[in-house]
């Protein structure tokens, strides 16, 4: 994602800006530190609001915290993904998510089964992308999730991506889907498939609680399936579907490449 910065020319004029704005619209600034989160979260909770957030989601809104890990796990986020499809997938316990993914795959052949009577989508994308996560649901991390989305909607690297999965955070809170206190990755990431909250809010399945198991992996299958899934087609046939999951190209063949394994099992 490219980021600009204004040149000098245009100060005055963003000085003006500034000064006009007011209530909903001040929550359109950003923070480098955590000096002005306090204020920022002020002026968010206005929009929040006009985006029909609720009380509770005010209130975890209210109580959020500017999560100092979160911003040290984004700016080295580039390093997760460098190197090559080989090095990643090493580094990421590939063989061992094969093998147990088989194993899964056969002890709950009832349950993927069904998914993909329903979604198109067959066990080992879904099966390669849990262990690829969070190692079957054995790390799903322990982040505050509302701090770690507000935090990241309120830092100036990419605000506008942010912004909306924390109101759809905060709606999550509303409907009792997550809590203010709910955890897991450091970028907010959900549940045993790590779901952005905007993509809970528009993929989730069932009751949204993606720390349940079956329901994080009818809401991957569901969400693969909105992004262009084929039934019946080939994982290379696929890739589009799998690259709207993660736009990393190592990871997205990682996932192809596991997923063939375990499906031809």
């Known amino acids: 994602m490219a980021f600009f910065a204004k040149g000098r020319i245009f100060a005055a004029a ?6 006009l704005a007011t209530g909903a619209e001040a929550a359109a600034s950003c923070g480098k530190n955590g000096a002005g989160f306090d204020a920022w979260k002020k002026d968010f909770a206005a929009e929040a609001q006009a985006n029909g957030v609720g009380q509770k989601g005010l209130s975890a809104l209210a109580g959020a915290t500017y999560a100092t890990r979160t911003i040290s796990a984004d700016r080295a ?3 997760a993904f460098s190197g090559s499809v080989e090095a990643f997938m090493q580094r990421r316990g590939a063989s061992a998510i094969i093998s147990r993914g088989r194993a899964l ?4 052949a009832a349950m993927f089964a069904n998914i993909e009577r329903t979604y198109g989508v067959p066990p080992g994308v879904l099966l390669a992308i849990w262990g690829m996560e969070t190692g079957f649901g054995a790390s799903m991390g322990n982040q505050n999730t509302v701090s770690a989305i507000l935090t990241l909607a309120y830092d100036c690297r990419r605000p506008d991506y942010f912004k909306p999965h924390a109101i759809a955070a905060l709606k999550l809170v509303d409907s009792g889907a997550l809590s203010a206190s709910s ?3 450091m970028h907010g990431e959900i549940g045993h498939t790590q779901f952005l909250p905007g993509n809970v809010m528009k993929y989730g ?4 609680n993606l720390r349940d198991r079956n329901t994080a992996l009818a809401s991957t299958a569901n969400y693969l399936k909105a992004h262009g899934w084929h039934a019946g087609a080939s994982y290379e046939a696929n890739m589009g579907a799998i690259a709207g999951w993660n736009s990393a190209s190592v990871y997205q063949q990682a996932i192809a490449r596991i997923g063939e394994a375990i499906d031809a099992n």
């Open 77 to 79: 986020i580039h390093k």
């Open 105 to 108: 795959k056969k002890a709950n």
């Open 205 to 208: 399945v069932g009751s949204r």
């Open 14 to 19: 963003i000085v003006a800006t500034l000064a």
């Open 183 to 185: 955890v897991g990755a």
